[in-house]
C-alpha cells in the first residue's frame, strides 16, 4: 500500500472517529492558551483599576490581552494547515476558529462605529454588544447536540458575559476596563477549566476502554 493510500485511509478513518465523537477537537495546547488569555485578562483588570498603585493609563496595559490573542490566533493558523490527517476534528475546529476571528473583528468594528453614530456611550454600546453576545453563546449551547464536546463548553462561559455586559452600562466610566478584564479572566477561564476536565474525562474512557 502506497503512502498515499495510507493517508487515504487515515483520512477516512479520522472522519469516522469525528462522527462517532471519539477525537476532540481541541487539546492541552488550547488549554494552556485559553488558561494564559484568562490570566491575562486578570492582568488587564489590575493595571487599569482606578487609583490603584499599579494601574497604567496609556494603551500599553492591554498588551498582555493582545499579545495572548495573536499567540493563540497564530497557532490557530499553523496548526489548520500542519495537523496530520488523523486530527481532522482539531484541524476542521481551528479553521473555524479562524473565520470566526475573520468574521468578528469586523463585524465588531461596525457595530462600534453605529453605537458612536447612534448616541452611546462606550460603557452602552459595549454592555449591549457583550450581553448580546453572551446570549447567543447561551442560546447555540442550548440547541447544539453535545456530540464533540459539552453544552456547558458555550453555556457556562456565556454567564459571565451576559452578566457583565448587564452590568457593564451602570458601572462608573473609570471602570470600564477592569470589568472587561475581569470578565475576560472569568468566561475563558471556564472555558480553559471545562476543556481540562473534558480532557481528562476522555483520556480515562479511553483508558478505560483499552482495559476492558
Not at 73 to 84: D, E, Q
Amino acid at each position: 500500500m502506497s503512502g498515499h493510500d495510507l493517508d487515504r485511509v487515515r483520512a477516512d478513518l479520522a472522519t469516522v472517529r469525528n462522527a462517532l465523537g471519539v477525537d476532540l477537537p481541541y487539546g492541552e495546547a488550547d488549554v494552556w492558551f485559553h488558561a494564559a488569555l484568562a490570566a491575562s485578562g486578570g492582568v488587564y483588570a489590575v493595571l487599569t483599576w482606578p487609583n490603584s498603585s499599579v494601574e497604567v493609563t496609556s494603551a500599553w496595559s492591554a498588551l498582555p490581552i493582545f499579545a495572548a490573542i495573536g499567540a493563540y490566533v497564530l497557532y490557530l493558523a499553523v496548526k489548520s494547515r500542519r495537523l496530520p490527517p488523523r486530527e481532522e476534528a482539531r484541524r476542521r475546529e481551528y479553521k473555524s476558529g479562524l473565520i470566526a476571528v475573520a468574521v468578528i473583528v469586523p463585524a465588531v468594528s461596525a457595530y462600534a462605529k453605529w453605537a458612536k453614530y447612534a448616541g452611546l456611550t462606550p460603557m452602552q454600546g459595549g454592555g449591549c454588544l457583550m450581553a448580546f453576545m453572551g446570549v447567543t453563546m447561551f442560546l447555540i449551547g442550548v440547541v447544539s447536540p453535545p456530540a464533540r464536546y459539552p453544552r456547558s463548553l458555550l453555556i457556562a462561559p456565556s454567564l459571565p458575559i451576559i452578566a457583565f455586559g448587564a452590568f457593564i452600562p451602570f458601572a462608573a466610566p473609570d471602570y470600564c476596563h477592569c470589568l472587561v478584564g475581569l470578565m475576560d479572566m472569568a468566561a475563558v477561564g471556564l472555558v480553559a477549566l471545562i476543556e481540562h476536565r473534558h480532557i481528562r474525562r476522555h483520556r480515562m474512557e479511553g483508558e478505560n476502554h483499552v482495559g476492558n
